[in-house]
């Protein structure tokens, strides 16, 4: 998955219902393209360069994995669902929305399609009033000066805040409710993805499996009965040693914390790959070395079908995993089920996503969020 860069959105209005319009922006931005982070108060201005209607204005922020010239026409269909037309003369004039990618972080773009930062920003005292309010230390790679610091020398037009505020689609969402969510499912089902987004979109603090560099692991599917004992023992030592790790930093300011593993994936795991005989005696260390950890306030389980998996994993290209039994990925299905009939202490939600695309379908997203909020 790409890494997300947090954008800035300048929206403003000048014709008909200005404060819905910008509620209709946000909206669509929150359907269409990423969870809006911040929304600035509204700031009202004369209109610059031609006679109209003051302008609502108003900056918001949001992250996104997506290519900048994708986020622009995403921007520009919303323009056009609300409303607007846009000239080919190259003039100033009264819009019912308009909006503008502003900072996208300290990139510097310059193509035929878009600027960024803005070509204008910093002589506009309508977009620098409401980004320094939500990100007043954000900085303008071009000029090195931060929105603050570019306010305080912009001979503006005057914004004048207004006490009218506008609501954020993303409160619908209480995720903050949940301290600690870890994300479980099969090889493949997506816990990763998932668990970055949400991390992102709800400023959670993001805890990864770390096995990537497990030496054992890529030996386990050449010859499962050699390797298991010892893969199996060294993702003990890994979990233990990174859960206790990453939960005793937890900051109780924080939002939440979000988790693509659930420490138990240990015992699932082994029980699938060990004898009868080693499972005991790694049974016997597991809880000896687990008994005090953390459990999480919400447990998702992401279901999805042997040929989903087997799709994504193809899709993930790595090597080691290409030659996957379907017979292992049933027998962890069956593992995790097992696992969540015999829990009467986590708080366990099944969410099936066999014809979902969480990644690529932003509507599907959003559904997962509704149903771990329900």
Known sequence: MKSFNKYHISIGSNIGDKLQNLQDAIDLIHLEISIVSSISPIYKTKA???????????????????????????????????????????VYESR??????????????NNNLLTVPHPS??????????????????????????????????KGSNAEKLSKVLSNPKDQFNISKFKYIAIEGNIGAGKTSLAKKISIDFNSKLILERFADNPFLPKFYEDPDRYAFTLEMSFL????QQITDDLSQLNIFSDSIVSDYDIFKSLI???????????ALYRKLFFSMYKDILKPDLYIYLNQNID????????????????????????INSGYLDFHKTQT?????????????????????????????Q
């Open 269 to 279: 795991f082994s029980k699938i790959t060990l004898s009868e005989d080693e499972f």
């Open 121 to 154: 920003m910093h002589l506009r005292e309508f977009v620098l009033a409401p980004l320094n309010d939500i990100d007043p230390n954000i900085n303008h790679p071009i000029l090195n000066k931060n929105s603050n610091e570019l306010l305080k020398s912009c």
């Open 345 to 373: 202490d986590l708080n366990i939600k099944i969410i099936d996503i066999n014809n979902m695309d969480f990644v690529n379908n932003r509507i599907d997203y959003l559904n997962i969020l509704k149903s771990i909020c």
């Open 308 to 331: 989903r998996l087997k799709e994504n994993i193809k899709k993930r290209g790595r090597d080691y995993e290409q030659n996957i039994d379907s017979k292992y990925l049933k027998n």
């Open 237 to 240: 030592a890994e979990r233990y």
């Open 96 to 109: 019912k929305i308009d909006l503008d990618i502003i900072l996208i972080e300290d990139q510097v773009i």
């Open 48 to 90: 610059v360069g031609f006679v109209g209607d003051d302008f609502y204005n108003i900056c918001i922020s949001f992250f996104s994995n997506d290519d900048p010239n994708n986020i622009l026409q995403s921007l520009l269909n919303i323009e056009t669902k609300l409303g607007r037309t846009r000239s080919d003369k190259n």
